[in-house]
């Protein structure tokens, strides 16, 4: 089949990897002109382990292009993709005005029926508008042509991308005409031939579907901060209250991991954009609101037990940072903790000496020439001269460091740990004071 995909980020790129890998041709557009030469030269400019042979391989079989070029993109393909950003707007709702610029983009170019899907998260509703939108330039131009507007989310996760994208759980397809449906349906046959993953719903539904998601697993996590902050306090061990709950089947070990808080570019907008569109209905997300609220004081945890180990006086320390994207097998910084971690010591006066296996290019494109931030080649050389550790991302190389080394390199031998990745034991025996999250018994 012949599909257009709009936005060359994330979910654009995995997207149209895979479609194409699967045999279909596909025309990525972007209007980042840079990002798209990069592109054309072969650079892939987001980390995804996997997503690079897979691009290559589809653009040397002449399946997969990229385009800066509207008209050559919506002649292209039967099936759009609208997968471009939703960032929040400045009151947290999901900000429109790039999927409607797409839809406008096609409907003042296409000549013949399209089915435009929306891939992008957004909020109930914006189906309707996009359709308003396609029909008022198609009006413009006097044109009578046929389409239809579908919703289909994309679950992928960030790291794990490609294999999601090839072997989701499901998917979801919001759609009210046959034809679109069918069309769907041939698109997503060669992900669907083993079990069958398409839930074919109506439209609003299938968009709530992908808010209530991240806000059950955004839920999930505060719910086990909270637990974490109370273990605490009370001198019992968060680790643990997981196991003992994650035993039952009911409630299950995913996503019970109590931490320094959630970051990332989907969590934290999307239950703030869920929770703004119940205020503009007058329903008050209460539980919403507290998710979010846990979430932004979680983040702090991890530099208040800092501050308060250094009785308040940082200025002039210099920490050692691990972990810098906000989950690991990502470059993605949106929102991570380690972000508050760093700009609450930069205020406070100390100095980072921060390491990531994969985010380095990103925070130098962040912070750039940040006062106060060394970046640093390997997770060694964070420590050297360093007072304290923080870890803020639980990539595999942290899990198991030379403990002697740590304790060797800090002029005050103590780790603080957000990801819980430690026995408290195998660090006190080697002489480090450990704070972690949520294990009263070690604080
Ligand atoms: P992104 O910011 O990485 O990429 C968006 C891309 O769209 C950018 O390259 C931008 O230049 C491009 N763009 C903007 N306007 C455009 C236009 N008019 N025409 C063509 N391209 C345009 O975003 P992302 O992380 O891929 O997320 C995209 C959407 O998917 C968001 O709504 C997000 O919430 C959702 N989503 C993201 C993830 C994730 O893990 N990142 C997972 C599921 C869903």
């Known amino acids: ?7 060359t980020g994330y979910v654009g790129l995995v997207s149209g990897a895979c479609l194409a890998d699967a045999g279909h041709h596909v025309v990525c557009v972007d209007v980042d002109e840079n990002k798209v030469a990069r592109l054309r030269e072969g650079h892939i400019p987001i980390y995804e382990p996997g997503l690079e042979p897979i691009v290559h391989h589809n653009v040397e079989a002449g399946r997969l292009s990229f385009t800066t070029d509207a008209d050559e993109a919506v002649a ?7 997968a471009v950003g939703t960032p929040p707007d400045e009151d947290g709702s999901a900000d429109l005005q790039y999927v409607l610029a797409v839809a406008r983009t096609i409907g003042s170019r296409m000549e ?15 189906a309707d508008k996009v359709a308003v939108a396609v029909q008022e330039e198609l009006d413009k131009r006097g044109k009578k042509l046929d389409f239809d507007v579908v919703s289909n989310p994309e679950f992928l996760k960030e790291g794990a991308a490609v294999n999601d994208f090839m072997k989701p759980d499901r998917i979801i397809v919001g759609v009210e005409s046959d034809r679109a449906k069918e069309l769907l349906r041939e698109a997503y046959y060669p992900f669907n031939r083993n079990h069958e993953r398409m839930i074919y719903m109506d439209v609003r539904s299938a968009e709530l579907t992908k808010y209530a998601a991240n806000a ?10 909270e637990i974490a902050n109370l273990a605490e306090r ?8 997981r196991r003992g709950i994650g035993s039952d089947p009911r409630i299950g070990y995913h996503f019970i991991y109590p931490g320094c808080g959630y970051g990332g570019s989907c969590f934290p907008k999307d239950v703030k954009a869920l929770a703004r ?3 503009a209905i007058d329903y008050e997300a209460r539980l919403l609101d507290a998710v979010e609220d846990v979430n932004d004081a979680q983040k702090h945890v991890l530099f208040d037990k800092l501050n308060h180990h250094f009785k308040g006086d940082l200025k002039g320390k210099t920490i050692a940072l691990w972990g810098l994207a906000f989950k690991p097998n990502t470059d993605d910084m949106r929102e991570a903790p380690s972000r508050t971690v760093m700009e609450s010591i930069w205020k406070a006066g100390g100095q980072v000496q921060a390491f990531d296996p994969e985010a380095m290019e990103e925070t130098q494109r962040i912070y750039g020439d940040q006062a106060g931030l060394h970046l640093c080649g390997t997770k060694e050389q964070a420590l050297k001269n360093a007072d304290a550790l923080v870890i803020c991302t639980e990539w595999k190389e942290f899990r198991s460091p030379d403990f002697e080394l740590i304790a060797k390199n800090l002029s005050h031998p103590v780790v603080f740990d957000g990801r819980n990745l430690y026995e408290p034991e195998m660090l006190t025996r080697r002489g480090l004071t450990y704070y972690a999250i949520g294990r009263g018994l070690n604080q």
Do not use: C, W
């Open 1 to 7: 089949m012949r599909i257009t995909i709009f936005g």
């Open 76 to 82: 292209h393909g039967e099936l759009q993709f609208i």
């Open 112 to 126: 013949d029926y399209r089915v435009i899907i929306d891939k992008s998260t957004v909020p109930v509703g914006t």
């Open 216 to 225: 059950m697993l955004a839920t999930k996590i505060s719910f086990m901060n």
């Open 234 to 241: 009370l001198g019992a061990d968060v680790e643990h209250i």
């Open 277 to 279: 569109a119940a205020r």
